[in-house]
């Protein structure tokens, strides 16, 4: 099993920056894709940014050259660097991982969720 810490989320005036984390820890897996969404009050969760296990990232279209999803391998950590930030980024924050459990032959491909951390944008 795969356990997620996320971090970063606070209050942050417009037009300013918030950096997230989430770290992810387990024995015998290979932590795939990682993602973060976003859920805002009365709205629907969606994709913010992924990043594929080889760096290859996808941007939702509101936050393309604002925010910059990375990842480092050697600690199974993904990071959301979020600039320029707007009111309507005010959501909460969740992270994704997809990950490989090997026990043995057998492959299990499973996800799991961050508990999520809360952005908010003041105007």
């Known amino acids: 099993q795969v356990q997620l810490v996320e971090s970063g989320g606070g209050l942050v005036e417009a037009g300013g920056s918030l950096r997230l984390s989430c770290a992810a820890s387990g024995s015998a897996v290979n932590i795939n894709a990682m993602a973060w969404y976003r859920q805002a009050p009365g709205k629907q969760r969606g994709l913010v940014a992924s990043i594929s296990s080889g760096g290859d990232t996808n941007y939702a279209d509101s936050v393309k050259g604002r925010f910059t999803i990375s990842r480092d391998n050697t600690k199974n950590t993904m990071y959301l660097q979020m600039n320029s930030l707007k009111p309507e980024d005010t959501a909460t924050y969740y992270c994704?991982?997809?990950?490989?459990?090997?026990?043995?032959?057998?492959?299990?491909?499973?996800?799991?969720w961050g508990q999520g951390t809360l952005v908010t944008v003041s105007s």
């Open positions: 994704k991982v997809d990950y490989t459990a090997v026990r043995g032959p057998i492959y299990r491909y499973l996800e799991v």
